[in-house]
């Protein structure tokens, strides 16, 4: 048994943790954090593990393996220094790799056991009996059906030889014959007259390894066929039936001619009946071999892939079995299921997964980029920040990099391993600001209710308050109190609340013009200017649009999978003429269209590009062809960005006042707001 002690209890260490509850040799000693709401400290106390905030108590000869999933070069070179020599240090990037590992082998293993497991279900739904033996003529399969049949149940079935549970079954001698036995009938020991099948079971290399035969009552089969005497009834049922699948199907007779298509067939390949009926079974491909005409060759069915057929160049995955009858081929019958819209989803999917990726990311000093003398001095100011817990005023316009300051004042604080959160003010509606905020106390119908708010949930966090303005007096004024003690109350309670949390904020309004109108407090203001940064426009430091452009280039490509390496001369000239009223905000968006606008191998972005980009809406008076990597949704999307950008821009962020300049309600424009991250 190996003792393991994990070291650190975020994401990473709790899954760690639950992973090697499942592996047998592995013993989780203890799991240590300093933050002891850590995700993995409250797995630990669920399943009775030891845990701490102090690795060296834990640090014992007995240790045979050490996770450090902390990140932090100290701790990790901490613990090398201290371990005993025979304990293995596994540093965070070789547990990340592990953690991948384990994940990935689960998942293929649950998705094996669910594959397993439908099968089963699909085993035991049908209505014929089925039972398999080994070569030892042992009972391996028995589904519920021949459970029914039989009168014995599967776990006595499992394991027997084949003449104890069917005494006049002929399996056995199929087994050794290797010959197929078709539609016999058959008494079982219960009386009941059943209709059979047995077939020989081969392995990959030709060789019998056991037989398996279906069977079905022949009270129900009888009673059928006098049921359904009519020959017509019996193929408008089959056509009832075929003509209701969603899944499109193609039948053609032995000599690949179409002889049978269903609408759904239509509809995906966008083929008529008549376009295929009587044609080749090449009729409907547009890329790769017709696998109709492959099973008709070799009689063997085909199934899983993938091929794009029709007009419409769709992408599907194709099953194809073999007609027979009697041995005789007859045709042969095949199944598209019509993977596009699948595609279409896993695409979205990936797509939200990088915006997740970009949301969760955490920026540093280093991810603000200029040396032009004020946003070094914002820097500076910033830098202060981290060594304490002052309140931090954030003051800029639109787009000029509030939202990063204050991601890289938590991340290079005291703070940095715990939660940072950022609330836009405006985007969230007052009386709903308030409840998340400081969390709800409410009677519900089976008693009292509370929902926690986000003070206590990020307790010794960071929080970022974005647009602090727009903030009701009620909000403020809770604020104000929990600056001055240290505690707050839920919206309908009357306890209160202890917590410690780093509270940074961000206006592009005039605070001052606020407190004269009154709709702020002007207590409130002088608690969260104690550290004030103003940062500068971008059209008062043009000299660091060159290091921010090569900044985002390399974030970009990644993006958009080029290799974009410099920006020419006079492109950097061009952008530097510009007064960017959006700030670094409407810069990021001018490059990723340009870049748009590029071919896929072109390694240097021209003046040519940028001024696409630029003076995009001119573009309909100018001869240009669309975007190589852009669908027309992209395309309306970066439009209306922009012009939501503009209008934000004229309206100096004022949301009401750009709602009404727009025509559209102030509930759509924080939907877009939102959409486009620009809130």
Not at 519 to 547: G, H, V
Not at 649 to 656: L, R, V
Request: charged share 25%.
């Amino acid at each position: 048994m190996q003792n393991v002690l994990i070291i650190g209890a975020g994401t990473g260490g709790s899954i760690i943790l639950d992973l090697l509850q499942n592996v047998e040799l592995m013993n989780v000693s203890a799991i240590i954090d300093t933050d002891e709401y850590a995700p993995g400290i409250i797995r630990a106390k669920e399943l009775g593990i030891s845990f701490g905030n102090d690795w060296r108590k834990f640090l014992h000869d007995n240790v045979h393996i050490i996770f450090d999933v902390t990140g932090d070069e100290l701790v990790f070179s901490q613990l090398l220094e201290a371990k005993h020599s025979q304990t293995v240090l596994i540093p965070g990037s070789v547990a990340n790799l592990i953690v991948q590992l384990l994940q990935e082998n689960h998942t293929y293993t649950k998705r094996i056991r669910a594959e397993m497991h439908k099968q089963r279900l699909i085993f035991d739904s049908i209505d014929e009996g089925m039972v398999g033996i080994n070569a030892n003529c042992e009972v391996d399969f028995f589904n519920k059906r021949a459970s029914e049949m039989v009168g014995i149940s599967i776990e006595d079935a499992i394991g027997k030889k084949v003449t104890d549970v069917i005494p006049l079954t002929k399996l056995k001698d199929v087994f050794k014959s290797g010959k197929s036995e078709v539609n016999q009938e058959l008494v079982l020991a219960n009386g009941l007259e059943i209709m059979t099948s047995r077939f020989p079971l081969y392995d990959q290399k030709g060789e019998i390894v056991g037989a398996f035969a279906v069977f079905k009552d022949m009270t129900e089969a009888i009673a059928l066929a006098k049921e359904i005497t009519d020959l017509e009834k019996v193929q408008t049922m089959l056509e009832a039936i075929i003509y209701s699948s969603d899944d499109a199907i193609s039948v053609v007779d032995e000599n690949g001619y179409g002889i049978l298509v269903n609408p759904a067939y239509t509809r995906i390949t966008g083929l008529t009946k008549d376009e295929v009926i009587g044609k080749p079974a090449t009729a409907d491909i547009s890329e790769g071999e017709s696998i109709h005409m492959k099973v008709l060759e070799t009689k063997k069915p085909v199934r899983g892939v993938n091929m794009r057929i029709g007009e419409n160049n769709n992408e599907v995955i194709v099953n194809v079995a073999p007609i027979l009858m009697d041995d005789e081929l007859k045709g042969s019958v095949g199944i598209i299921h019509d993977i596009t819209e699948m595609r279409n989803l896993m695409n979205e999917l990936d797509q939200a997964r990088a915006i997740i990726r970009e949301l969760e990311s955490t920026n540093t000093f280093n991810d603000i980029r200029g040396d032009s003398a004020e946003i070094k001095i914002a820097i500076e100011q910033a830098r202060i920040a981290t060594d304490n817990d002052f309140t931090v005023l954030l003051r800029g316009e639109v787009g000029s990099g509030k939202a990063l300051f204050a991601q890289a004042i938590h991340s290079e604080g005291t703070r940095k391993f715990n939660k940072f959160i950022r609330v836009n003010c405006t985007a969230i509606p007052p009386d709903v600001l308030e409840a998340k905020l400081f969390g709800k106390f409410s009677e519900g119908e089976k008693g009292k209710k509370e929902k926690t708010g986000l003070f206590e949930e990020i307790d010794n966090g960071t929080l970022f308050l974005d647009e602090i303005a727009d903030l009701s007096l009620s909000t403020q004024r809770k604020l104000l109190h929990y600056l001055k003690t240290g505690e707050f109350y839920a919206v309908g309670s009357a306890r209160p609340i202890q917590t410690s949390v780093h509270i940074i904020t961000a206006t592009c309004q005039n605070l001052e013009k606020a407190i004269h109108d009154g709709t702020f407090l002007a207590e409130l203001y002088y608690l969260l200017n104690r550290i004030a940064i103003q940062i500068p426009p971008l059209r008062s430091r043009k000299e660091d649009i060159a290091p921010i452009v090569q900044h985002l280039l390399v974030k970009l490509n990644n993006e958009l999978g080029m290799n974009v390496e410099v920006i020419s001369y006079e492109a950097k000239r061009l952008l530097e003429q510009y007064d960017w009223p959006g700030n670094i905000r409407e810069l990021e968006n001018v490059i990723n269209r340009a870049m748009i606008y590029m071919e896929q191998s072109e390694m240097i972005l021209e003046a040519a590009d940028v001024k696409k980009s630029l003076f995009s809406s001119n573009r309909s008076k100018e001869k240009s062809s669309l975007p190589a990597k852009s669908t027309l949704t992209s395309m309306m999307d970066d439009y209306e960005r922009s012009i939501l950008e503009q209008a934000l821009t004229e309206n100096e962020g004022n949301k009401s006042e750009t709602a009404n300049r727009l025509g559209i309600s102030l509930r759509s424009l924080y939907y877009k707001l939102d959409k486009y991250n620009l809130a």
